[in-house]
Nanobody, 123 residues
Framework: VQLQASGGGLVQAGGSLRLSCVASGRTVSNNGMGWFRQAPGKEREFVSAINWRGDNTIYADSVKGRFTISRDRAKNTVLLQMNMLQPEDTAGYYC?????????????????WGQGTKVTVSS
């Protein structure tokens, strides 16, 4: 499966962006999906994940209440709505498809990764 992330860009602090991840090659409708991010000079970190049905979501504490993950199984798409963005949210954002149907915070649970989309938040 190929994952294509898009929607990144430059935004001022307090602004919003919506990231999209479209899967192609095969369906991911039965896979848990996740978003991770990596800032320059830092390790990759978990952001959010959603289970196969879309009725269970988890978030990193740093984004809880600001970010919302959702999915459209019919369109093989996962979205990440990011509100109240802060400079510390600046990073490359990567979507990933899990080996499993439920959510996971661990990068090792994910088998397919997109190329990333860059988010820059100015202060």
């Amino acid at each position: 499966v190929q994952l294509q992330a898009s929607g990144g860009g430059l935004v001022q602090a307090g602004g919003s962006l919506r990231l999209s991840c479209v899967a192609s090659g095969r369906t991911v409708s039965n896979n848990g999906m996740g978003w991770f991010r990596q800032a320059p000079g830092k390790e990759r970190e978990f952001v959010s994940a959603i289970n196969w049905r879309g009725d269970n979501t988890i978030y990193a504490d740093s984004v809880k209440g600001r970010f919302t993950i959702s999915r459209d199984r019919a369109k093989n798409t996962v979205l990440l709505q990011m509100n109240m963005l802060q400079p510390e949210d600046t990073a490359g954002y990567y979507c990933a498809a899990s080996f499993f149907s439920e959510t996971s915070r661990s990068a090792s649970a994910y088998k397919s990764w997109g190329q990333g989309t860059k988010v820059t938040v100015s202060s």
